[in-house]
Structure formats: structure tokens, C-alpha cells
């Protein structure tokens, strides 16, 4: 019953440093998502995958790329990690558009 | 920018009480509406959902309504229990049509249900 899965967990990285943030699923959603969560402010999306070979920026998507690698996976890189970018990030599917989206655990990552 | 709003940001009760938080919204193009809770260290997780062809949906001890011409809804959760205590959040989309795969959220409301 995996779900979404994220990986790493947890991760420190260093300003200037890059870093690749993994998203898996296994419910056969055709949409995928990246969101950034930090206190006090929600969930704010960061780039979305409508389906397989496309992606969109949502509302915060300086210094993140992302890449739809297949239908099961959807990665986000950071090229040059910034302080502002430490949080918790989340990878969420969903069937469709307005559907219910279903999130992974996060992956807490701090930049020193 | 869209947004919601969500209110209050924390919230104590005691066992058996009925939390209420509540959330406004502006774009009237907002045709959906989920609720999620979060526990420490996990993801959000869909708690229930409403579109505003109705005015009310119950789900066990979970109740949204919905007041589309106040552009408002909120949740209620009928006999908390300590193990409702977790972080709520609620959101909105369109359902088709441009940003309709981009959820809204509101800040969240961080509930403590005391024994």
C-alpha cells in the first residue's frame, strides 16, 4: 500500500548545492504535483504534470524544475539550493483535474 | 490572487465539543472543495469534499457546509475526540477549465481536542 512515495525523508544541503527531490506512484493518477509547505503558509503549489510529457508552473516555481520522467514518477530539482528554500516539500496525484489529490509524507529539507 | 481563507488558525476544545473553522473564498470559478488533515510528520490526507450543488455533506462525525452566495463553507466535527487533533486545511479549484488542477489552500487551523 505504498501509495506516493518520497524520497529522501529528510536532507541538509548547503547554499549553492544541488539536489534532486524523487516522487513515485503507484495508483495509475495521470496528474502529479509538487508543493512546498512552510509555517504559517499552507501549501503552495510549485509546478504541476497534467499528464505524462507535460508540466506548469503553479504559484511559486523560482529556482525549482521539475521533470515527468514517466507516468509513475515526477521529480523536482533544486539547481542552486537558497536558505528561502528550506520547508517541507510534498508530491501529491490525482486522477484528473479536480480531483482528490492524494499526498506523500514529505521530504523536510533544510539549507544551510 | 486566489485565495482562501481560513480562520480561526488554532483552536482547543474539550472531548465530546464541535470544532467549527471556517473558509471564504473570491473566485466565484472555485467549484470544488476539499478538506485535509494533517498529522505531524505526514502528509495531508482527504478528510471530505464538496461541490455546490448542495448545501451540506456528512461524512461520520464530519460535516462541511457550503453557502454559495456568501462564498463561504466550513467544517464541523461532531463529538471530537483527542485523536482529531491534527492540523485541517481547507481548499478550493475549479473543476475544469484554466487552473483547474491548482488547489487553493487556506493557512490551516490546528486543532487540540483536550480529554
Known amino acids: 500500500n505504498a501509495g506516493v512515495t518520497q524520497t529522501p525523508k529528510f536532507q541538509v544541503l548547503k547554499t549553492g548545492q544541488s539536489m534532486t527531490l524523487q516522487c513515485a506512484q503507484d495508483m495509475n493518477h495521470n496528474s502529479m504535483y509538487w508543493y512546498r509547505q512552510d509555517p504559517g503558509m499552507g501549501l503552495r503549489l510549485i509546478y504541476y504534470s497534467a499528464s505524462e510529457g507535460t508540466t506548469d508552473k503553479g504559484e511559486v516555481p523560482n529556482g525549482y524544475n521539475v521533470s515527468r520522467l514517466n507516468k509513475r514518477e515526477f521529480s523536482l530539482r533544486l539547481e542552486s539550493a537558497a536558505p528561502s528554500q528550506t520547508s517541507v516539500y510534498f508530491c501529491?496525484?490525482?486522477?484528473?483535474?479536480?480531483?482528490?489529490?492524494?499526498f506523500g509524507d514529505g521530504t523536510r529539507l533544510s539549507i544551510l | 490572487q486566489q485565495q482562501v481563507k481560513q480562520s480561526p488558525q488554532s483552536l482547543i476544545v474539550q472531548k465530546g465539543g464541535i470544532p467549527i473553522i471556517n473558509c471564504a473564498y473570491e473566485?466565484?470559478?472555485?467549484?470544488?472543495f476539499p478538506w485535509y488533515q494533517q498529522f505531524p510528520g505526514k502528509g495531508p490526507a482527504l478528510l471530505i469534499a464538496i461541490r455546490p450543488d448542495v448545501s451540506e455533506k456528512k461524512e461520520g462525525r464530519f460535516t462541511i457546509s457550503f453557502n454559495k452566495s456568501a462564498k463561504q463553507f466550513s467544517l464541523h466535527i461532531m463529538d471530537s475526540q483527542p485523536g482529531d487533533s491534527a492540523t485541517y486545511f481547507c481548499a478550493a479549484s475549479p473543476d475544469s477549465g484554466a487552473g483547474s488542477y491548482q488547489l487553493t489552500f487556506g493557512k490551516g487551523t490546528k486543532l487540540s481536542v483536550i480529554p
Open positions: 473566485n466565484t470559478a472555485f467549484d470544488y
Open positions: 501529491a496525484t490525482s486522477p484528473g483535474r479536480g480531483q482528490p489529490q492524494h
